[in-house]
């Protein structure tokens, strides 16, 4: 069997009525500028957008695919005995040029139960954000579930919620139950679990392309939702160059951001799992036994858990992701 080597897949890109286009003309994505995408799916085993290879000689295989040939070798041991062919992360890039939903997900005992399918846990990490933009994350007082229906059938759901004014560089950690937006002028990388289930609370009275106000799930999202303040949402932690800094650690993932302008050596041999890269600015090269790829801004690669020794050698001033299953406590 030919060795594993990093991994870059194609993006799927989703047309969205509150997207834009700078995901085609700023992260180097396929597609037509003239049309509102949305989401850019980096990563996916999601049943129906399964993640396709597009370098090396593994180009066309799905991430389901690699994962029943390579398993552990591919994922880890410990995260392929857990997820076994699914893959357990969710990488995207969102663009809203408009406020999207306030929504609420499940956590995994009601999705399994609900949906056969895990709950949805997630992140962001803004990447751009425009003046007076707003994230609406979780309610900014304790409420009970009467004034939170009085509001919602109020149209006023909004008044009570947190509401943060975001700055590149910050991040957001969103648990599975707690309400949340993201408002108009931000482009952000997501990392969640592998879920696509959502339950759509208030859609600010907005049409979708087919002119008819988009479903709206007030039961399903009832027994769901957290009434406790949400307290501190904003994770503000300011890069240091060439040093590693944990941003959110769960048992779902664990995110780092690495800014670098020299080589940066990563060994990953207490690991036991895959890491992904997601580039968010400036360009690079991963160099392993005695190979490379290069990888540059609006990329997301996998690196197998097989890889435990490479170099990140910038080719200007760069910063990353470095996403992964913490299957070893206290590594940083």
């Not at 306030?102 to 846990?121: D, L, M, S, W």
């Not at 170099?311 to 910063?319: A, D, K, N």
Request: glycine share 8%; net charge negative; charged share 25%.
């Amino acid at each position: 069997m030919s060795e594993l080597y990093p991994l870059k897949f194609e993006p799927l890109l989703k047309e969205k009525v509150w997207g834009g286009n700078r995901l085609v003309t700023g992260y180097h994505k396929k597609g037509d500028p003239l049309l509102k995408y949305g989401e850019s799916w980096e990563l996916s085993a999601v049943s129906d957008n399964l993640s396709v290879v597009s370098n090396g000689f593994l180009a066309g295989n799905n991430i389901e695919e690699l994962i029943e040939v390579y398993m552990g070798d591919l994922t880890g041991d410990a995260v392929f005995e857990k997820f076994g062919n699914e893959f357990p992360v969710l990488i995207k890039l969102i663009e809203a040029r408009e406020n999207l939903s306030i929504q609420v997900h499940p956590g995994n005992a009601i999705a399994r139960e609900r949906h056969k399918a895990y709950g949805k846990t997630e992140m962001w990490y803004i990447l751009e954000s425009e003046e007076n933009s707003k994230i609406y994350t979780g309610f900014s007082n304790n409420i009970t579930q009467e004034q939170y229906l009085d509001a919602l059938s109020a149209g006023e759901l909004a008044g009570l919620m947190n509401v943060e004014n975001p700055a590149a560089g910050d991040a957001f950690f969103t648990p599975a139950g707690r309400i949340h937006a993201i408002g108009a002028g931000i482009l952000m990388a997501e990392i969640q679990q592998t879920s696509d289930i959502t339950y759509r609370i208030f859609d600010w009275n907005r049409t979708g392309n087919n002119g008819k106000p988009r479903e709206i799930h007030t039961d399903l999202a009832l027994d769901v939702i957290d009434f406790k303040t949400s307290g501190e949402s904003k994770i503000v932690k300011e890069p240091v160059l060439n040093r590693t800094i944990n941003l959110i650690s769960c048992e779902f993932f664990t995110t780092n951001v690495i800014s670098f302008n020299k080589p940066v050596i990563k060994d990953y041999n207490l690991f036991d799992s895959f890491v992904a890269y997601i580039c968010v600015e400036g360009e690079f090269m991963i160099r392993w036994n005695n190979k490379s790829e290069p990888v540059t801004k609006g990329e997301t690669v996998l690196l197998p858990a097989m890889i435990k020794d490479i170099v990140l050698e910038p080719l200007m001033e760069s910063r990353i992701l470095e996403v992964f299953i913490n299957t070893v406590q206290n590594q940083y």
